[in-house]
T-cell receptor, first 111, second 114 residues
Framework: KNEVEQSPQNLTAQEGEFITINCSYSVGISALHWLQQHPGGGIVSLFMLSSGKKKHGRLIATINIQEKHSSLHITASHPRDSAVYICAVRNYGGSQGNLIFGKGTKLSVKP | EAEVAQSPRYKITEKSQAVAFWCDPISGHATLYWYRQILGQGPELLVQFQDESVVDDSQLPKDRFSAERLKGVDSTLKIQPAELGDSAMYLC????????????FGSGTRLTVV
């Protein structure tokens, strides 16, 4: 079983829809990251969370430490949001600072 | 805005040849990471540096891969000889340290071994 699980693996939405991507993890963490990867490969860090909720524009990220679960929400989705969204956690055990990545959620927003 | 620089952006090489990738982290970031991402998978750590020292290279295939960060600034990852299974995206990231610190990723090097 992977230490970081994301769902869904693939998601297709119509422009304007509200989107939720979920991440569950099984290790103790010091932080959780939500990352965006566009075709072509570069990764952009969207959020880093250790508790609560963060908002940036149309993106909202929440984390529940007790339940070991995080969600990424996109409001009023747009075709330019099409990308792979990756959840990654920094755990206390193992190499300090190393991230453990989920396999990503591929989002496609249709106009 | 400060960024992690990587080069080349794309590389095609023949099997058994040597290939090298370069990464320049954000100034002042002591920790540098090299990740390998196979298509459809999440990145996996190859090597982690703290300044010029290797902190973790347990997943680095040391028979063919090597990494260095001689002055604790930029870093080079080398593969010799390259194999078909090495085709992947190689990502570099840097951070200020451990704990709840932010990461910055480079744009990656897409390697294709033919």
């Amino acid at each position: 079983k992977n230490e970081v699980e994301q769902s869904p693996q693939n998601l297709t939405a119509q422009e304007g829809e509200f989107i939720t991507i979920n991440c569950s993890y099984s290790v103790g963490i010091s932080a959780l990251h939500w990352l965006q990867q566009h075709p072509g490969g570069g990764i952009v860090s969207l959020f880093m969370l250790s508790s609560g909720k963060k908002k940036h524009g149309r993106l909202i990220a929440t984390i529940n430490i007790q339940e070991k679960h995080s969600s990424l929400h996109i409001t009023a989705s747009h075709p330019r949001d099409s990308a792979v969204y990756i959840c990654a956690v920094r755990n206390y055990g193992g190499s300090q600072g190393n991230l453990i990545f989920g396999k990503g959620t591929k989002l496609s927003v249709k106009p | 805005e400060a960024e992690v620089a990587q080069s080349p952006r794309y590389k095609i090489t023949e099997k058994s040849q040597a290939v090298a990738f370069w990464c320049d982290p954000i100034s002042g970031h002591a920790t540098l990471y090299w990740y390998r991402q196979i298509l459809g998978q999440g990145p996996e750590l190859l090597v982690q540096f703290q300044d010029e020292s290797v902190v973790d290279d347990s997943q680095l295939p040391k028979d063919r891969f090597s990494a260095e960060r001689l002055k604790g600034v930029d870093s080079t990852l080398k593969i010799q000889p390259a194999e078909l299974g090495d085709s992947a995206m190689y990502l570099c990231a840097s951070s200020t340290g451990t704990g709840a610190y932010g990461y910055t990723f480079g744009s990656g090097t897409r390697l294709t071994v033919v």
